[in-house]
């Protein structure tokens, strides 16, 4: 892959494979700063703690962002069911627990159709929805309540793909708007355990796809080189490199923390 391909400035559509935990102003700040471009948007906001295609526009495609948003989503992920969470994943802790054990393999297959189709959703508390104009995750890591409308959206596909108690494997295909998270609870709700996202990657954006997206590191390739009189600064060790600022993933970064350093204890001594 080499830079003369790509004319970020005259406008490309970028497919980037976002990483975890980072957001998705995160990614657009890195790429922006790394290309050096002045023109830069996303097609369709990822989670934090979501995976997966993570589209850019640049130059004169920002004129495309619309369109391209517009298009069906398609995800695959994980639901841990017997929990609940705030957030309806992993960025606050387990606020409930309800048996499980009692469902088999057709209770859960039933409870996804009547989810299929034309539906109400209610976006989570824990998101970019504006509360008169304030985003509800800022409402919401204050500790603050709010009322959020519900809004019809469109499931295609709710196919569960591997059941392994608690978790549950699935494939969704929505339209625009669909909170995958409120979907972790809804379905949860119907089985009555309740459950919350674990894992979640975006796989597909109309007809653009996961499997042609670029890293972080394959971006950092097509870095133009810097202008002679524009000194160089210092590297950053290496460590440090991909390390972006995030915002409300405290529990998340503690829980992590804590589950390695049970692993370590854990791993054979040499």
């Not at 309800?98 to 393999?105: G, Q």
């Not at 809004?151 to 978790?167: D, H, V």
């Not at 979907?183 to 653009?208: K, N, P, S, V």
């Not at 590297?235 to 991909?242: A, D, I």
């Amino acid at each position: 892959m080499k830079q003369k391909e790509f004319d970020f400035e005259a406008g490309e559509v970028l497919l980037l494979d976002k990483p975890l935990t980072w957001t998705s102003f995160d990614v657009v700040r890195k790429v922006k700063n790394m290309l050096r471009i002045k023109k830069v948007g996303h097609a369709g906001t990822l989670d934090p703690l979501a995976t997966g295609l993570l589209i850019l526009c640049t130059g004169k495609k920002t004129k495309e962002i619309d369109a391209i948003q517009a298009q069906e989503k398609e995800y695959t992920g994980t639901f841990r069911l017997g929990q609940t969470t705030p957030s309806f994943d992993l960025e606050t802790p387990v606020d409930a627990e309800l048996p499980y054990a009692h469902l088999t393999e057709a209770d859960l297959q039933a409870a996804t159709a009547p989810f299929i189709g034309l539906i109400k959703q209610t976006p989570p508390l824990f998101s970019a929805v504006k509360i008169n104009g304030e985003r509800a995750y800022e409402v919401a890591r204050r500790g603050d309540t709010a009322e959020i409308k519900s809004k019809q959206i469109t499931i295609t596909a709710f196919e569960l793909m591997s059941i392994a108690l608690p978790n549950v494997q699935f494939r969704v295909v929505c339209s625009k708007g669909t909170y995958i998270r409120s979907l972790a609870r809804d379905f949860g709700a119907a089985l009555g355990c309740g459950a919350h996202l674990t894992q979640l990657a975006r796989t597909r954006i109309g007809e653009y796809s996961l499997s042609n997206a670029l890293t972080i590191t394959d971006v950092e390739a097509l870095r133009p080189p810097r202008p002679e009189a524009d000194p160089a600064k210092p590297p950053r060790p290496v460590g440090e490199r991909h390390r972006p600022v995030r915002q409300g993933l405290a529990y998340y970064d503690a829980s992590t923390a804590a589950a390695a350093s049970a692993a370590a204890e854990k791993a054979p001594q040499e």
